[in-house]
C-alpha cells in the first residue's frame, strides 16, 4: 500500500508550477556556480565607476593638497581633479552640475567634504575617499620630509600568508584566499538551497495532510490502510520529489565539472579566469544532510499538519518549525567567520539546525571526524526518534476536527 501512496502524492504534485521552478532554478544556479569566477569579474566591471571628474575647491590660509591629488588622479584611469580656479562654493558646484562632472571636493583644513548629485553612489564615494587618503599621505610626507622610499616603507603590506597544519601532522596546507572566497559563496548558495527545500517540502507535507483531513478523504483513507503507512507514504512521495530534484541539479554539476575540466567553457563569456568546479564530495555531503534533514523536518511537519482541520491553520502550526529552520540557517551563517568554533561545533551536532551547520562547516573548513560522525549519528537518531513520536501524534491527529488540540493534549497523545 505505501508504494501507492508515494505514487499518488508523486504524480499529483510533480507537474506542479512551483515545483517545475524550483527544479529550473537550481539548475541555473548548480551551472551559474560553475561560472563564479568570471561572473564576479564581470559584476565587479560593471559596479566600478567609469569616468570621475572633481572640481576642487579649498579654503585659503593653508598648503594646497591639490597637487597630490592630481599626482595621485593621474595615475588611475579616467579620473581627472581641477581646481575650482577662485570660483565661490555655490559657482563651483553649477559648473559641477552644468557640465555633468562626478562632484565638488570641498577642502575645509582636516575636514574633506564631497559635494555630489548622487550620493549613493558608494563606489564613487569609496574611490573619492581612496584617492583622497593616498594624495593626504603623500602631503604629510612632503610636510615631515619623508622622501618616496620612505613612504613606499612605510605602507608597504606585509606578505601574510595562513597555513593550516593539523595537530597530528608535521606538515601543512597553504589557504587560497581566492579559493576560500569561492568555497564560502559556494557554500551559501547550497546552504540556502538546502534551507529553502526543506522549508518547501516540509510546508508540502504539511499543507497535503491538513487539506486531505479537511475534505474528510482522510477518514475513507484510513479505514483501508493504516496511519502510520498514510505518513510515510506522504512523507516518501514527497520526499522522492525533492531526491529528483537533487538528481536534476546534481547531474547539472557533474556536467559542468567534467565540460570546466576538459575546457570545453572556456570561451563562453569571454572567460579568462578559471572556471570554477563544484568538488565531488562536497555534492556528496550536500545530498546526504540535504536526504537526512529533509526526513527529519518532514515527520515532524506531518504531524503538525494532522493537528489542524483546515488548510489555513498549518502556517500557524508550523511557527516554531519554522523557527528552528531559521535558527539553523543563521547558526550556519555565522559559522562562515569561524567554522570550528564553539557555536559552529554546539550547532551543528543538534539534530534540529545540524542539517544546515554541519554542511557549511565541511565546505569552509575541516572539521574533526569524530564531530562529522557524532553529527550524523545524532541526527540518525533523531529522525527515528521524530518519526515515532510524530506516527503517535499523527495516529490520533488526522481524526481529530474542531479545535485545535493543545500542548497539553498534544503531550497525551505522546504518552498514550
Request: hydrophobic share 50%.
Amino acid at each position: 500500500m505505501i508504494p501507492i501512496l508515494v505514487k499518488r502524492e508523486f504524480i499529483s504534485r510533480v507537474k506542479g508550477t512551483a515545483y517545475i521552478f524550483t527544479t529550473l532554478f537550481g539548475v541555473v544556479v548548480f551551472v551559474a556556480l560553475s561560472f563564479l569566477p568570471p561572473i564576479m569579474a564581470r559584476i565587479n566591471q560593471s559596479m566600478a565607476p567609469g569616468q570621475i571628474e572633481l572640481v576642487v575647491l579649498e579654503q585659503p590660509g593653508t598648503s594646497s593638497v591639490l597637487p597630490y591629488l592630481q599626482e595621485v588622479s593621474s595615475h588611475k584611469d579616467g579620473f581627472v581633479v581641477r581646481s575650482s580656479g577662485g570660483l565661490s562654493e555655490q559657482e563651483a558646484y553649477q559648473v559641477v552640475l552644468d557640465e555633468g562632472l562626478s562632484g565638488l571636493l570641498l577642502v575645509d583644513g582636516p575636514l574633506y567634504t564631497l559635494v555630489t548629485p548622487d550620493g549613493s553612489n558608494m563606489m564613487l564615494n569609496d574611490e573619492v575617499e581612496s584617492t583622497l587618503n593616498m594624495a593626504v599621505s603623500r602631503w604629510n610626507a612632503a610636510r615631515l620630509g619623508l622622501s618616496p622610499e620612505d613612504m613606499a616603507s612605510l605602507f608597504n603590506r606585509v606578505d601574510f600568508r595562513v597555513r593550516e597544519v593539523s595537530p597530528l601532522r608535521e606538515d601543512g596546507q597553504e589557504l587560497d584566499s581566492v579559493a576560500h572566497t569561492q568555497a564560502m559563496v559556494l557554500a551559501y548558495f547550497l546552504l540556502f538551497m538546502i534551507y529553502m527545500a526543506l522549508i518547501m517540502y516540509g510546508n508540502m507535507v504539511a499543507s497535503g495532510v491538513a487539506e486531505e483531513k479537511s475534505s474528510r478523504i482522510m477518514e475513507v483513507m484510513v479505514s483501508t490502510v493504516k496511519p502510520m503507512e498514510l505518513m510515510l507514504g506522504k512523507i516518501i512521495g514527497v520526499g522522492s520529489l525533492g531526491l529528483l530534484q537533487f538528481l536534476i541539479w546534481i547531474g547539472t554539476g557533474l556536467l559542468m565539472n567534467s565540460m570546466g575540466s576538459a575546457g570545453f567553457l572556456g570561451g563562453i563569456l569571454g572567460a579568462t579566469e578559471p572556471l570554477s568546479t563544484i568538488p565531488l564530495s562536497t555534492i556528496l555531503w550536500f545530498g546526504l544532510y540535504f536526504i537526512l534533514g529533509y526526513f527529519f523536518y518532514a515527520s515532524i511537519f506531518a504531524a503538525a499538519g494532522a493537528l489542524v482541520s483546515r488548510v489555513e491553520e498549518v502556517s500557524q502550526v508550523v511557527t516554531v518549525i519554522m523557527m528552528l529552520l531559521m535558527a539553523g540557517f543563521f547558526a550556519a551563517y555565522i559559522s562562515f567567520l569561524n567554522p570550528n568554533g564553539s557555536v559552529a561545533v554546539t550547532t551543528s551536532l543538534i539534530p534540529f539546525t545540524s542539517p544546515m551547520v554541519m554542511f557549511a562547516r565541511i565546505v569552509l573548513g575541516s572539521p574533526p571526524v569524530i564531530e562529522i560522525i557524532a553529527s550524523v549519528v545524532l541526527l540518525l537518531l533523531a529522525l527515528l526518534l521524530g518519526a515515532w513520536l510524530s506516527a503517535k501524534i499523527y495516529r490520533i491527529g488526522i481524526l481529530m476536527y474542531g479545535k485545535r488540540p493543545s500542548l497539553r493534549q498534544v503531550f497525551r497523545l505522546i504518552r498514550d
